[in-house]
């Protein structure tokens, strides 16, 4: 059980004086400016929980994860995971933790896949016959095979990303701490990680806290999303509450093989039109997206089109103006 | 940072020679350095020689001594500088947060830290000093007590530069990686000023060299006993006897400063 209690944390960052001799004097006399990431944060999260975490870009996501991998030291507040001090415990804390940062790798670059793994399983001492059947699990569940003697740094984001999980599971831990694991990936890549991530949780239980600013990652796989924004908690739901409330806009693209239709259904709002091309507004409350599309396609033949969901930011905005949608 | 376990010390060997692998795939770099680090011991012990032979002994002592201490200092640093690179490179390391990675992993820091940046060229420079140390040996006619006192030294010498390199690893974490340049001073300025005995050095130099930071220990006095000739040059004959002590006193302000640095360790942005 994850427990964060009244989570806060200042990063001191030292005003720096330049220079050789400057440095020396950094040594004696430093000045700091003070940047509060996490603001007093409070959540706590059952085993086998997959939670989104979920906040724009600076909202203190990754720090949160980095506090509760033990990477750094709460400046106020605790932060207790199944009875651990992550940082104070370190050790045996992260024995039992899997963590993939996404920008990040945890591979050793300039050699092959395999070589990692097996590096891995001496860092965590894993026994011989576990490492190999959960390491040939996850080799087929993430597709990781035939890269295993590919160097490092000739993989792909796509391809890197699939071996950096896989590396973060080898001592098959309970929890898994991802932080952007989709972010940069591409279409089939997101999908294969998102299944593999869904699959991991629901069959072997593994706690999942997934930071991301991408709420179609939190649709697919989180019943409960934590909201965070400037270091504050917002939210601590889940998505679908939210949604009903505000989130519920949807956005249309459309091209078509000919002109665009003139008119449009009542409850849909028009944002861009071009000869052949439209941009659409709509809540699926008001008209489902199935039946917009079938309006559209018996009068124009339809060439391709995309339904985004509204932005992160877009939603916080929402959620500052018209209040939190009251408790189910 | 405990002591380090047998399972350490064989994880320690895995990872430096994942390190080492990894170079390989850059051969034509490391032939290179290895090539250029085999002239260093020529520029190193060139002025030695030419000073020796020119201007008579330096203090009373001849070339074959004089290579005696290179060879102790070359030993110990080289061999700290081998195993515990990644100290000696913790600046860039720091900067770039693969602080994080080393946190996020069930294992030591220091341990996994020193084998971040392992260079295997510079096991040239063991060979060299071990060599130089050889052919003193064979000059100087050491028996098997002088011997003894020239590895207590080159041991106590160990413990000395890997302090060094910590303290100055911890100090990176006041001035995140600025200070790079004073790290490369002390241990590289270090090994320079222990080409000569401390006894030819002015007053107050030779008193930094001795009681400040005591590089002193690390090759003049055990040299000294060794050679038979502490109490000529005016020690009580327990002094060579501290070198563990005193560098040993080093190394445990590295352990400790690089501590204090890790618990105000900030990390780096996402
Ligand atoms: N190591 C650091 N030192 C100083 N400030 C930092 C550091 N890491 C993050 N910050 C700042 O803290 C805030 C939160 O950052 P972060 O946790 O990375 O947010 P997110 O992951 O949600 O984008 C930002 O204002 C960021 O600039
Ligand atoms: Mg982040």
């Not at chain 1, 992550?86 to 996404?102: Q, S, Y």
């Not at chain 1, 972010?183 to 991301?212: H, M, P, S, W, Y």
């Not at chain 2, 201007?55 to 004089?66: K, R, S, V």
Request: aromatic share 10%.
């Amino acid at each position: 059980m994850i427990e964060v209690v009244a989570l806060r944390k200042d990063y001191r960052i030292a005003v720096h004086h330049r220079g050789f001799w400057g440095a020396l004097r950094n040594l004696v006399e430093t000045r700091y400016n003070v940047v509060r990431a996490v603001d007093g944060i409070s959540f706590t999260i059952e085993p086998g929980e997959f939670v989104g975490f979920v906040g724009p870009n600076g909202a203190g996501k990754s720090t949160t994860i980095k506090i509760l991998t033990g990477v750094l030291e709460p400046t106020d507040g605790s932060v207790t995971v199944n009875g651990l001090v992550p940082r104070r415990d370190r050790i045996e804390h992260t024995r039992d933790i899997g963590v993939v940062f996404g920008q990040r790798t945890q591979l050793w670059w300039d050699l092959p896949v395999t070589e990692s793994y097996d590096l891995l399983r001496h860092i965590y001492s894993v026994p011989e016959a576990e490492y190999r059947a959960q390491r040939e699990r996850l080799c087929e569940l993430l597709e990781v095979g035939p890269l295993l003697d590919t160097p490092v740094r000739k993989l792909s984001l796509g391809q890197r990303m699939r071996c950096e999980l896989a590396a973060a599971l080898l001592h098959a831990p309970t929890m898994l701490f991802l932080d952007e694991p989709t972010i940069g990936l591409d279409v089939v890549a997101k999908e294969t990680v998102r299944t593999f991530l869904a699959a991991e949780n629901r069959e072997r239980g593994t706690t999942v806290l997934l930071a991301t600013h991408d709420l179609s990652d939190v649709e697919r796989l989180c019943p409960r999303m934590i909201l965070i924004d400037r270091g504050a908690l917002v939210y601590d739901g889940p998505l679908e509450a939210i949604r009903r409330r505000f989130g519920a806009e949807r956005e249309l693209r459309v091209d078509f093989e000919g002109a665009a239709p003139a008119e449009l259904p009542d409850s849909v709002e028009e944002q861009e039109r071009g000869p052949e091309r439209l941009v659409l507004r709509f809540r699926p409350g008001e008209i489902s997206s199935a039946k917009l599309i079938a309006w559209l396609s018996d009068r124009q033949t339809i060439a391709d089109l995309e339904i985004h969901e509204p932005p992160i930011e877009r939603i916080v905005a929402e959620i500052y103006r018209r209040g939190l949608p009251p408790p189910e | 940072m405990a002591a380090p376990l047998p399972d350490d010390l064989r994880l320690y060997v895995r990872l430096a020679g994942a390190r080492i692998r990894e170079q390989m795939n850059y051969r034509l770099s490391f032939a290179v350095h290895t090539v250029i680090d085999a002239f260093l011991i020529v520029s190193d012990l060139a002025p030695v020689y030419l000073l020796s032979r020119y201007f008579g002994a330096l203090e009373g002592w001849t070339f074959a001594e004089l290579a005696l201490l290179y060879g102790m200092v070359g030993l110990s640093w080289g061999l700290v500088e081998t195993t515990l690179r990644g100290f000696q490179k913790f600046g860039p390391f720091l900067v770039d947060g693969e602080l994080d990675r080393v946190l996020l992993r069930p294992r030591g820091v220091l341990l996994q830290m020193a084998t971040a940046q392992i260079e295997a060229r510079k096991v040239g420079r063991i060979l060299q000093a071990g060599l130089v140390l050889g052919i003193a040996f064979v000059f100087l006619d050491l028996g098997p007590a002088s011997v003894a006192w020239v590895a207590l030294g080159v041991a106590g010498g160990i413990l000395f530069f890997a302090g060094i390199l910590l303290l100055g690893a911890a100090s990176q974490f006041w001035t995140m990686g600025q200070t790079a340049e004073l790290q490369n001073m002390l241990t590289y300025g270090g090994s320079a000023a222990l080409l000569y005995p401390v006894s030819i050095y002015s007053t107050w130099f030779r008193r930094v060299l001795t009681y400040g930071i005591p590089l002193a220990f690390v090759n003049y006095f055990p040299a000294l006993a060794a050679l038979g000739r502490t109490a000529e040059a005016g020690w009580p004959p327990w002094i060579p006897a501290l070198s563990p002590f005193a560098c040993g006193a080093v190394l445990a302000l590295g352990m400790l400063a690089f501590r204090r640095g890790l618990r105000r360790y900030e990390s780096t942005g996402s």
